[in-house]
């Protein structure tokens, strides 16, 4: 086809690729490849996002006033906003996001480093075994995790407890108010230590030896190797495997719905997301479960850039 | 060999040279580092070692022996979760298997098309595009959710098997790490020659680019499919009839109709367990082909 048809790009304007023949019909290939992509790109994600803003300034007014009044769907321009911002209920789900995150994502991605370095280190035994059964949790999904540390939480199903019985103290509440926070958070402990080193840890591993080789010969020792030369040089992994922890947790929601039914603490709204559900499903209320939605993305996107702009900065700025 | 050391990290070392610390950690450095991975380790496994055990309890000893302590009633338990319904719990792993499987397959596809189109070719808008999709990461899927399923719900399909395969087949990330690995492993002389051999583009795609990034599709392929399995609110709310739903799904109403009854408690850690088990198989055959350097190094582009 290309054949047929020559039309260099001349050689001044772009110097340093190949030449290219290509017939102008090519012009359209790409956008065929990408079509598909595109398609659902619209129908799925940006449709939706439209769809959710032009929601979220609709809602129902009392047409006619008295009792003849009826309710008529109109544009009610920020009433949903005042109401989500102004909603004690969605606020405080969003503190309680934050506590957990701010227990989940450090624990996490702490971890996740340490065991990282620890496979990285030299003359390590049963490596292969630690790895695999590490990410092994990777594999069962967030509301069978929930399940099973639930069963593991249940004061009447707990080994913990069970060892507490028989000591003769009393059952611990794994559920209480601030102890509900670092169960949850264990669960994401659990499930995302594994994924999280595989990444830092193939990362390690592409770093070439001879760093180390001369690091030892200097007189390093394996500790200062792995805080001063392993850290530095993975950080940008790091980096991008903290958004991928922010963006997962803010977005919280199968954990605790699965372990409601375990325990009284976690009320029907306890995090944005079941809040949205609720006004959504249960109440009717789709206007301001769009406008809580559109403020949860918003919280969310800016959050999350403002994270990557600062670790970037410091992880990939001073290089030069 | 100096040379290659980083310069930010080597005087740093070098001021500090500490021999005698050294030759004690050295010693005592790799006993420690595989005591603390085997704690991971055990720490990962509990879990899945007490919901085995647990499985094999019938309802009275689960809440009146040692927790890790086998019970008797392992067939009884599996007997009754085969039961359950007409054995609907099989039909929730079909369907599982379904979505993670053809879902994950259609979104492999569509991600590997639109990331050759964007690493392969030069065109107007091609920036753009990458833009959307690179903001398409960021943007939090499960607030997603609900708007999708009005609008199928509008057009009739919300509750069929549809409206859980339908979403999860667009995947900014999947599209981006695709476009890494076509960057890296197509080289632009191959799909130049096979143009003036005369090959067609689609030809050009299915017989030289897939086969090319097998590798790393097979990683966008199987990190979807966790996804996909592990999904939870996009079923939980597109679906109404229980015979459509996914394992996950299913258990979660298990728990929520058992929560005053706790007979159900051995059907709900029986389900787990049987349905934990081959997840955790299929992780451990398919790991090898798991090229977590090419995710790693997407990562980092």
């Known amino acids: ?320 | 060999m100096s040379t290659l050391s980083p310069p930010r990290a080597q005087p740093s070392i070098r001021s500090r040279p500490t021999p005698a610390r050294r030759a004690s950690a050295s010693r005592s450095g790799p006993r420690l580092a595989s005591t603390v991975l085997l704690l991971g380790a055990l720490y990962c496994l509990i879990p899945v070692a007490w919901v085995v055990i647990a499985s094999s309890k019938s309802p009275r000893e689960l809440f009146t022996t040692f927790s890790f302590a086998p019970g008797s009633g392992l067939f009884d338990n599996l007997a009754a979760l085969n039961a359950y319904a007409g054995g609907q719990f099989w039909q929730w792993g079909l369907n599982s298997l379904l979505y993670a499987g053809v879902g994950a397959l259609a979104s492999t596809l569509v991600s590997a098309m639109a990331g050759y189109a964007l690493a392969k070719f030069r065109f107007k808008g091609r920036d753009l595009l990458f833009a959307v999709i690179l903001a398409g990461v960021l943007v939090p899927g499960i607030v997603l959710a609900v708007p999708q399923y009005l609008l199928l719900a509008s057009v009739g399909i919300a509750g069929s098997y549809w409206s859980v395969l339908l979403p999860v087949i667009i995947n900014p990330f999947g599209i981006f790490l695709c476009r890494v690995f076509a960057t890296a492993a197509v080289p632009d002389d191959t799909i130049e020659a096979a143009r003036l051999d005369g090959a067609s583009e689609f030809r050009i795609f299915g017989a030289i680019v897939l086969p090319m990034m097998s590798q790393g599709l097979v990683t966008v392929f199987l990190l979807q499919f966790v996804g996909i399995w592990n999904n939870f609110l996009l079923p939980f709310i597109m679906l109404s009839d229980q015979d459509k739903y996914p394992v996950t799904l299913g258990l979660y109403t298990f728990l929520s109709k058992g929560a005053g009854d706790s007979d159900l408690y051995p059907l709900v850690i029986m389900g787990s367990a049987v349905s934990v088990i081959p997840l955790i198989i299929l992780l451990l055959v398919l790991q090898r082909f798991w090229r977590a350097d090419l995710l790693a190094g997407g990562l980092k582009g």
């Open chain 1, 1 to 320: 086809m290309s054949a047929t048809v020559v039309a260099p790009p001349s050689r001044t304007e772009r110097p340093t690729p190949p030449p290219r023949r290509r017939s102008r019909r090519n012009a359209f290939v790409p956008w065929m490849f990408a079509a598909p992509a595109i398609v659902f790109l619209v129908v799925f994600l940006i449709i939706p996002i439209g769809y959710s803003i032009y929601l979220s300034f609709r809602g129902f007014r009392i047409d006619g006033g008295g009792a003849f009044g009826r309710r008529v769907e109109t544009w009610i321009g920020f009433d949903n906003y005042v109401a989500a911002l102004t909603d004690t209920e969605f606020l405080a789900g969003l503190g309680r996001v934050l506590v957990y995150g701010s227990i989940a994502i450090p624990s996490v991605l702490g971890l996740a480093l340490l065991f990282a370095l620890l496979l990285d280190t030299p003359r390590v035994r049963a490596r292969g075994f630690a790895r695999t059964a590490i990410f092994i949790p990777y594999a069962v999904p967030g509301v069978i995790a929930s399940l099973l540390w639930g069963f593991l939480y249940l004061p009447s199903t707990s080994p913990v407890n069970f060892l507490a019985r028989q000591l003769g103290a009393g059952p611990l509440d794994f559920f209480g108010e601030p102890a509900l926070y670092f169960s949850l958070a264990n669960i994401a402990l659990w499930s995302g230590v594994g994924f999280n080193m595989i990444i830092i840890y193939t990362s390690l591993k592409a770093i070439p030896s001879e760093i180390y080789e001369a690091a030892r010969i200097d007189g390093a020792n394996e500790l200062q190797i792995a805080l001063r030369i392993k850290v530095p040089l993975v950080a940008p992994a790091l980096v991008l495997t903290g958004l991928f922890s922010v963006l997962g947790t803010l977005q919280l929601y199968s954990e605790p719905a699965t372990l409601r039914p375990m325990t009284t603490t976690i009320s029907s709204t306890w995090v944005p997301l079941m809040k949205i559900y609720q006004e959504a499903f249960m109440n009717d209320n789709l206007g301001g479960a769009a406008a809580a939605s559109v403020v949860l993305a918003i919280g969310i996107l800016v959050f999350s850039l403002v994270l990557l702009r600062f670790f970037q900065r410091r992880t990939f700025g001073d290089n030069s």
